[in-house]
C-alpha cells in the first residue's frame, strides 16, 4: 500500500464505499488531455470524463485561463443582494442555447441540489396543494433528500432511506428502447395514476431519452413526447434532468431534442463547467418563476456558495469551448468508435447486452461481476473506467483520440472476458 493510499485508509470516507471493507484505490498525481498519471507512474486513458463531466479533458488551457482571469479578480461573493458578470452572462449564455421558453436560471451547488431546486419551484408553483411528484422506475436524481426520492425506490441505491424521504408516484419504467416502437398501451399504467392521483401531483421528472446511473438504459423519444403531453393534460409540469445527457453526451445537445419537447423546468450540471468545479443550474419558464413568486412571494431557497463567480467563469468557458467546436460531428465519431471497439462483447459469455447513444457505451452483464477484479483487470489494461452493478461504461472526454477510445474498448471487452469467462470457462 503506498504512501498516499495508506493516509487516505486512515481519514478519508469515499463516495458508495465501506470504510471497514474498503475497495481498492488508484493514487493520482497528474492529469492532462485524457490521461490520469499514477502515483507509480502509470497513465491511464479516461473513459468516464470524471463521472461524465470532464468533457475536455483535464487541464485545457482555455479552462484554466477562465479560472486564473476570475481568480485575480474575485473567487466568491454572496450572491444575495449581489450579482456579477460571471453569473449574468452564463444565465444569458444558458437561457440563448436552450428552448426559448426558458428564460429563468437558478444558479445550484450541484446536480443533485439543482434537482432539490425542481421539485421545490414545483411544489410552490402550485402553493403547496399539489404535494407529490410523478416519475419513472429505473431513474436516478442524485443522493440529497428530494432527489433520493424519485429515484428507483427497489432498483436503486436508497432503499434504506425510503421511509426518510417524501413518498412521490412511481410508473413502470419505460418499455420501449431508444429504437423500440411506442405503443399506446405503454402508458396505461401513467394514466390510471393520473386518474386517481392526478390533483395530487406538481410535476413529472424524467431524464429525457436515456436513464443514467439507474441503468443506462435509452429508451423512446416517442414514449418521452407521450409522456409529456399527458402529464401536461393534468396540469403537472414537466421536469428534465439533463445533468447527465446535457451538453451534447446523446448526439443533439440537450437528450430532449430526440423527442422534440420541451420542459416547464430543466435541471443541468456535470459538464457545465468542465469538470472543474462543482456547479449546477435550474431553468424554468416565465409562467413557472411568476406562479413561483405569486402574491409577493419570494423562492425559499438561498446556497452559500450560489453563482460563484469562478464556477460560472469556467462554465461560460467550457460552455463557449464546445459551441464553437464541431462537437456534433466529434460525439458521432466517438459513438461509431464506442460501437466497433465494443462489437465484439456481443460475443463473449455472461453479457447481456451491447448498446450505444451519442458518446455513450454500454456492456451490460447477466450477473452481478466481482467488481474489483473487473476495476484492477481494467486499470491493468490501461483505462479508467468505473463499473457499477452488472454495466461497464464509457462516457469518454470529447477530445479523446481514436487510439484513446480504443484503449478504452478494449479494456473494457478484455476485462468483461476476463472476469465472465472465470464464471463461463464454455462458450454455449
Known amino acids: ?167 412521490q408516484l412511481f410508473v413502470a419504467r419505460p418499455r420501449p428502447t431508444f429504437d423500440e416502437a411506442f405503443l399506446d398501451s405503454d402508458l396505461d399504467e401513467v394514466r390510471e395514476v393520473l386518474r386517481t392521483h392526478g390533483e395530487q401531483l406538481a410535476a413529472v421528472i424524467v431524464e429525457p431519452v436515456l436513464q443514467g446511473a439507474g441503468g443506462m438504459r435509452a429508451y423512446s423519444p416517442d414514449y418521452l413526447r407521450a409522456l409529456v403531453a399527458l402529464c401536461r393534460s393534468y396540469g403537472l409540469l414537466v421536469v428534465f434532468d439533463e445533468i447527465a445527457t446535457g451538453f451534447g453526451r446523446t448526439g443533439p445537445l440537450w437528450a430532449m431534442e430526440h423527442a422534440g419537447v420541451v420542459p416547464d423546468v430543466l435541471c443541468l450540471g456535470k459538464a457545465l463547467t468542465g469538470g472543474c468545479l462543482t456547479l449546477g443550474a435550474v431553468l424554468c419558464s416565465d409562467a413557472v418563476a411568476e406562479a413561483v413568486c405569486a402574491d409577493g412571494g419570494a423562492f425559499m431557497h438561498g446556497p452559500t456558495f450560489m453563482g460563484n463567480p469562478l464556477a460560472c467563469a469556467v462554465a461560460t468557458a467550457s460552455t463557449r469551448l464546445l459551441l464553437d467546436g464541431p462537437w456534433q460531428a466529434t460525439v458521432g465519431h466517438l459513438g461509431a468508435g464506442l460501437r466497433a471497439g465494443l462489437a465484439p462483447a456481443r460475443e463473449l459469455p455472461g453479457v447481456a447486452d451491447v448498446r450505444v447513444l451519442g458518446a455513450v457505451g454500454v456492456v451490460e452483464l447477466a450477473d452481478q461481476p466481482d467488481s474489483r477484479r473487473l476495476q484492477a483487470a481494467l486499470v491493468e489494461r490501461g483505462a479508467w473506467v468505473r463499473p457499477f452493478g452488472r454495466l461497464v461504461y464509457a462516457m469518454p472526454p470529447y477530445v479523446s483520440t481514436d487510439d484513446d477510445l480504443a484503449t478504452v474498448t478494449a479494456a473494457m471487452v478484455g476485462a468483461v472476458e476476463e472476469v465472465t469467462s472465470a464464471r463461463c470457462p464454455e462458450r454455449p
Do not use: N
Not at 55 to 81: I, K, N, T, W
Not at 99 to 105: A, C, I
Open 1 to 167: 500500500m503506498t504512501g498516499l493510499v495508506a493516509r487516505d485508509r486512515r481519514h478519508v470516507w469515499h463516495p458508495y464505499a465501506s470504510v471497514t471493507e474498503p475497495a481498492p484505490l488508484w493514487p493520482v498525481v497528474d492529469a492532462h488531455g485524457t490521461r490520469l498519471v499514477l502515483e507509480d507512474g502509470r497513465e491511464l486513458v479516461d473513459g468516464m470524463s470524471s463521472w461524465w463531466a470532464a468533457v475536455h479533458g483535464y487541464r485545457h488551457p482555455v479552462l484554466d485561463a477562465a479560472l486564473h482571469a476570475q481568480v485575480d479578480r474575485f473567487s466568491h461573493v454572496m450572491f444575495g443582494g449581489l450579482t456579477h458578470e460571471p453569473a449574468v452572462g452564463l444565465a444569458e449564455l444558458l437561457v440563448e442555447i436552450t428552448p426559448p421558453e426558458l428564460t429563468r436560471v437558478f444558479f445550484a451547488d450541484s446536480g443533485s441540489v439543482a434537482v432539490e431546486v425542481a421539485l421545490k419551484l414545483a411544489l410552490q408553483a402550485f402553493g403547496g396543494r399539489r404535494p407529490r411528484v410523478l416519475t419513472v422506475r429505473g431513474g436516478y436524481h442524485g443522493d440529497t433528500a428530494g432527489a433520493m426520492s424519485v429515484c428507483d425506490p427497489v432498483t436503486g441505491m436508497h432503499g434504506l432511506f425510503r421511509d426518510h424521504v417524501a413518498q
